[in-house]
């Protein structure tokens, strides 16, 4: 391969690769919220 | 079945089990047979290195933004395209649910046929059926392909796989979102990562591969001054994110109420194109062999998209390959699969759709809607003019459809009835990515400006110029007519009493501030 065409291989990887394996480790780290808002729990309401 | 009859009694609604299997069902839903064998051909001839500037711009901009919105009202109004919609913004909108459903509804007639030539293919790939000549074989052989029109000569090679497709996607569909959907997601999407990696993996270390991956990925930089490159950047992320047409309107209704919406969104959104990124690796890799084998340049191959990639190229470079049969079948397996993860979301926007209208079971939906749909599919698609009436009507359902659907959410949800800023408080309510004003600016302004410049566009250059040389009047039938039959249904459909007493009983959940200002100035 050449040299350019190497390096836009890589850049897209890390870009887009990269952008899938931040929002897994952020999604890993804080899974859902803390503190929701009051209510919500039972689902009849809400068919 | 007795969930169904539980649901229909007031029981709650189907759910996913948790996170990880709406997070690989949205996956297995945006990624279909666009990121195969669409998107390596997009980005060579948009400007090849330099593409990923417009695609990613489209990414943030569009893509990601609008599956946020549809996320935000499936989840907060946790119904039905049709139903959510309703409940957002009364009939008018509720036609629009309609209007989408009517096209999954078309989508999903042509897409089991493709996924059944996908499927004769995997067969076929054990002996290199296709012989010296795929071109010949795939039109003449396999498919019968006639003149344009309707016939009613049946094509068994066809028939029998597009029977057998209906049958497994009904079957999953009709054992429910939890012990169907979610669980043939959690099966092939791993199944297809697999296989595919193993493709990629060996695509790699074919002679010539470096060819193919110098012309993908070497920058074109002029091509970024050409609009067209972007329009394309916009629509490959637009078609590939399974947004706009219900389905991920549908998918979030199933999440429970305190659920998180926009982290998963995200994470579903960049796996989706990490899945782009690798094949257009290794479907350049392989071209690059072919290439090589012919002693010519990629530049000078044809057939580098579409149906014409996957069913004449790649048979064509398989049957040159060392190991061709296991590289054919890995291939078509991947298609198969990727197709197969999306198709099934198609139909539930479908199924979700009657059965909260009419108050149907689950197993009546599946058998009243999927019925219809398999007999429509088989006797359009599986005869001698399958072919061209897919070549149509899939032009003018995503194109029109799908476009024309995204344009009128976009203006009537945030421009017509203001719902911006509750839906930003909604998803940032339950969410652990918070987003902005910013957020309604690109949903309401961008992509109302981007998607409905393809649009008039399209139709503009459809109506001046035709498509693909075909008669008017076939065009007429199995293009504008297809749009016309989406029209009708979303009308007649709206216009059906709901066969529920409940409709209007229901509270959104988490209340806004501006809920209970409403409601302390009403004391």
């Given amino acids: ?47 | 079945m007795a969930a169904g009859k539980a649901r229909a009694a007031g029981a709650p609604r189907e759910q996913w089990t948790g996170q990880v299997g709406f997070i690989l069902s949205a996956i297995g839903s945006a990624v279909g047979l666009g990121n195969i064998w669409r998107f390596p051909g997009v980005a060579y001839e948009n400007g090849g290195g330099a593409f990923l500037i417009p695609y990613l711009v489209a990414l943030l901009t569009a893509g990601i933004p609008i599956l946020f919105l549809d996320y935000a009202i499936g989840h907060r109004f946790r119904g039905s395209a049709p139903l959510s919609l309703r409940r957002l913004g009364g009939r008018t909108l509720e036609g629009l649910g309609w209007f989408q459903v009517a096209i999954a509804f078309v989508i999903s007639l042509y897409y089991t046929a493709v996924i059944a030539w996908a499927l004769s293919y995997f067969v076929f790939s054990f002996d290199l059926r296709w012989g010296a000549d795929p071109a010949a074989f795939f039109q003449g052989d396999y498919l019968n392909v006639g003149e344009p029109g309707f016939s009613l000569e049946f094509v068994p090679g066809v028939l029998i796989p597009l029977v057998l497709v209906w049958i497994v996607t009904l079957f999953v569909l009709g054992s429910g979102v939890a012990k169907g959907l979610q669980r043939a997601n959690v099966i092939f999407l791993p199944l297809l990562l697999v296989a595919f990696l193993v493709l990629v993996l060996r695509a790699l270390f074919l002679p010539g591969a470096e060819l193919g991956l110098n012309a993908l990925f070497t920058p074109n930089w002029a091509a970024l001054a050409d609009p067209n490159v972007w329009i394309a950047a916009y629509s490959q992320i637009f078609f590939s994110l399974s947004i706009a047409f219900g389905i991920m309107i549908t998918y979030a209704s199933y999440r429970a109420r305190r659920a998180n919406l926009t982290g998963p969104g995200l994470v579903v959104a960049f796996a989706n194109s990490s899945f782009e990124i690798l094949a257009g690796i290794g479907v350049f890799a392989t071209l690059g062999f072919f290439a090589a084998q012919q002693g010519i340049l990629v530049d000078d191959l044809e057939g580098l998209t579409g149906v014409g990639l996957s069913f004449i190229t790649f048979p064509a470079i398989v049957s040159e390959m060392p190991g061709g049969p296991f590289f054919g079948i890995l291939f078509f397996g991947s298609l198969t699969l990727a197709g197969f993860t999306s198709l099934l979301s198609v139909l539930q926007v479908v199924s979700a759709g009657v059965q909260e209208k009419f108050g149907l079971t689950r197993l009546q939906a599946t058998i009243g809607m999927g019925g219809t749909a398999a007999v429509l599919s088989v006797l359009l698609f599986s005869t001698t003019t399958g072919l061209l009436a897919l070549d149509v009507v899939d032009n003018w359902a995503n194109n029109i459809g799908v476009v024309g659907s995204a344009v009128l959410t976009s203006i009537l949800v945030i421009w017509v009835l203001r719902k911006g800023p509750e839906l930003q408080a909604h998803l940032n309510a339950v969410s652990t990515f918070q987003v902005g004003k910013v957020w309604i600016a690109l949903v309401g302004v961008v992509a109302p400006i981007v998607l409905g410049y393809m649009l008039i566009s399209r139709i503009v250059s459809l109506v001046l110029e035709g498509y693909g040389g075909l008669p008017g009047g076939y065009l007429g039938v199995f293009g504008w007519g297809t749009i016309a039959l989406i029209v009708i249904a979303a009308v007649v459909l709206t216009l059906v009493p709901w066969r529920r007493s409940d409709l209007d009983r229901f509270d959104t959940w988490p209340p806004l501030a501006s809920d209970s200002q409403r409601k302390e100035a009403g004391r």
């Fill in chain 1, 1 to 47: 391969m050449t040299p350019l065409a190497i390096v836009f291989l890589v850049i897209s990887i890390v870009v887009i690769w990269g952008g899938f394996a931040l929002s897994t480790i952020a999604l890993a780290r804080r899974p859902e919220r803390t503190d929701y808002p009051a209510g919500g729990e039972g689902e009849a309401e809400g068919l």
